[in-house]
């Protein structure tokens, strides 16, 4: 064989096994940043979902202790209970460092007791959100429901700015089932459910959470989240777990914060089953740091 020709096909042959070693370096180069961009993007909506349960909590906590809601960020946190401790510590610097860096807006001065009397759905009406996003937004409700959306739908929440316009009240026992009338009694209406605080009983927590009113069941995830006497307790874990089976978005992101205090260690496989399946990113993201800690109860 021609020396030369013999060389030159040696010399193709290894700038071919180069050409293929620096697409295979390229490839698995790419790979990595995938798997770094999913990484953050993770970190990230895991911040933003703690950041606005923590957020929903303190706001609406402030609001039933001073008939107001707060001013601005400084009062908003200054009014936190526990502000030393790690967990809480952690979620005011991660909500101070998002709505500093303005991933998170916030609107103050909210006149909710006006927007509560107008008869407006307050599900559908936003309080905070996050700004910096391109395919899902979360957003704090009127009620202090936290929900995650994809952000052409959240494009149809409106903010609570300004006073809101009255809505067309109904009148009382017209084609109302729980108001009753007898000739010659005032109408009389179904008993109103005990009302929930932090220091309400397990047994309270539970009734509301089996309770199907997503109202009363956020409400009681709120005060749970919020509670310094939380503690792992099974009754109130399952029950939790159960609100959470509904399907509803918004329960489970609430129920997998409260989860994290009133969990016990037999909810963990549950959650981590439900998350799976559940096609619920932020109840995914959340149960991904939250399952550990429950392992870890005896």
Known sequence: MD??????????????????????EQAQEAARRDQQKQEEYLTQKTDQLESMNHLGGWYFQFYRQNAKSPADLKELLGSVSDPT??????????????A?????????????AAWQA????LSKYRIAWT???????????????????????????QRMTGA??????????????????????????????????????????????????????????????GSPKAQPNSEISRAILGAMKTGDTAVQINGVVALE??????????????????GNFGLQAQAQRIVPILKGRK
């Open 131 to 157: 700004a910096k996003t391109e395919v899902y937004n979360v957003y704090l409700d009127g009620t202090g429901t936290v929900h995650d959306v994809l952000t052409a739908d959240f494009a149809a929440v």
């Open 118 to 121: 107008s008869g407006h759905d």
């Open 85 to 98: 401790k790690e967990r809480t510590a952690a979620a005011i610097e991660i909500t101070r460092l998002l």
């Open 100 to 112: 500093g860096n303005g991933e998170i807006m916030i609107d103050w001065n909210v006149d909710l």
């Open 164 to 225: 809101p316009e009255p809505t067309t009240p109904s009148q009382p026992g017209l084609n109302d089932s729980s108001a009753t009338t007898t000739p010659g009694t005032p109408p009389t209406s179904a008993s109103a459910p005990v009302s929930l605080t932090l220091n309400s009983a397990p047994a309270q927590f539970v009734a509301a959470l089996k309770s199907g009113e997503q109202f009363r069941v956020i409400q009681a995830l709120g005060l749970l989240t």
């Open 261 to 278: 205090k009133w969990g016990t260690a037999a909810a963990a496989p549950e959650l981590e089953a439900l998350a799976a399946k559940s």
């Open 3 to 24: 020396t030369n020709g013999f060389c030159r096909a040696i010399s193709c042959c290894f700038v071919l096994f180069l050409a293929g070693c620096g697409a295979y």
